[in-house]
Nanobody, 127 residues
Framework: QVQLVESGGGLVQAGGSLKLSCEAS????????MAWFRQGPGKDREFVAHISWSGGSTRYADSVKGRCTISRDNAQNTVYLQMNSLKPEDTAVYYC????????????????????WGRGSQVTVPS
């Protein structure tokens, strides 16, 4: 059973930084891509960042490009999301996601690609 547990959320002032972590268990972590999504109040869940199984390839939503960095430590079974220059519109619950297979069934930015989700970590940036 794959389990994903996020941590590191909280309240941060605009312009500040935060680093989210997601620890995975239940299968060989290094074999699979990983991603972060978020869901703001009253909004649909949206793609934030994706990282390949090796960490050699990363992709970002336009809204966070240049401000966020996704990384992974396969020895620690953990994926990270470093967020800088945070804005009020970054306020959301952030979810870690993992696909069901090594080869993505659909686009990396599509929620349907991911079979496993963490419970989420709240990030609040007051205006």
């Amino acid at each position: 059973q794959v389990q994903l547990v996020e941590s590191g959320g909280g309240l941060v002032q605009a312009g500040g930084s935060l680093k989210l972590s997601c620890e995975a268990s239940g299968r060989t972590f290094s074999n699979y891509d990983m991603a972060w999504f978020r869901q703001g109040p009253g909004k649909d869940r949206e793609f934030v960042a994706h990282i390949s199984w090796s960490g050699g390839s990363t992709r970002y939503a336009d809204s966070v490009k240049g401000r966020c960095t996704i990384s992974r430590d396969n020895a620690q079974n953990t994926v990270y999301l470093q967020m800088n220059s945070l804005k009020p519109e970054d306020t959301a619950v952030y979810y870690c996601a993992a696909p069901g297979s090594r080869y993505l069934s659909s686009a990396y930015y599509n929620t349907k690609t991911y079979n496993y989700w963490g419970r989420g970590s709240q990030v609040t940036v007051p205006s």
